[in-house]
């Protein structure tokens, strides 16, 4: 199962559409949750379900798909189906503050799309605390069939997510892309974070790919936290396909020195428990 994974239309040229994305995981006896900057990807998922195709959605709360607001999130919950066998992922925003510098060679989708135009508000307010539309957005989500991630926080925002998602008792919260550097988290701070039960742990492969971390830290994560995910947070043109992502993850997993045991969870049973109904 793979929770993160670009496809278009996004803010930049993807590999693979969302029906492409699930015939792909199909072949691989997968399941594929389809991400996009743009907003949300809920509508696409639920028609390539109506095709048998096993995909899920997501929705970004960026400015361009109408902001941190609750009728946005429902707008989505919507469109993903009354019967979804899987939660709809809300992420936090991923375009906030100064531009993430990124090592990847990126074509815009649309001549329109200036990121720096959409760039929104932070997570955090100057006083350090969660802006009001995040909070009321956390109170949203409690009650729907849904998972919270925490987009492109940055460590300090991502430790008040979490400390708002624990006195909210929200039920499934994922770090997303917990240890890259952007976010900041490490697997000390993770081992710090295991008795909150819905909380989950992504890595993914693009933090690999891209040299920021190595399978030595993978294998560091994945003992650290029960509940790590990974994933690949792929769909670039330039960067694997689903088929690649998987001979590669397999490679790294070795030299993680991970357990079969531990290899399955991280692929499989601990995202299905994330996603489950």
Known sequence: MDVHYHAGPDL???????????????????????????????ASAWEARQEGLPVSGTVVLNELAGGVHPRVVEQAVCAHGP??????????PTLVGPAHRSRLR????????????????????????????VR??????????????????????????IDEAARLDLPRLLLTHATHPMSGL????????????GLYVELTALTLLLGHRDAQHLGEVVRAHPRVVFSSDLG????????????????????????????????????AALLAP
């Open 186 to 197: 490490t697997p000390a701070c993770l081992a710090r974070l295991t008795d909150l039960p």
């Open 12 to 42: 930049y040229r993807r590999r693979l559409t969302t029906g492409g994305a699930g015939r792909a995981y199909a072949g691989i006896d997968g399941w594929v949750v389809i991400k996009s900057h743009l907003g949300s990807t809920a």
């Open 106 to 133: 990126r074509e815009p989708f649309h001549p329109l799309l200036d990121t720096d135009r959409w760039r929104g508000n932070r997570v955090l307010d100057d006083s350090g605390r969660l802006r009001r539309p």
């Open 136 to 161: 009321e957005v956390l109170r949203a989500v409690r009650d729907l069939p849904v998972v919270l991630a925490t987009g492109h926080c940055d460590r300090e925002a991502t430790l008040r997510v």
């Open 83 to 92: 019967d979804s066998p899987a939660r709809l992922v809300v992420h936090l």
């Open 236 to 271: 670039q043109p330039d960067q694997p396909d689903p088929t690649g992502w998987l001979a590669l993850s397999e490679r790294w997993f070795k030299e993680a020195e991970l357990t079969p045991g531990q290899v399955r969870a991280v692929t499989s049973l601990n995202p």
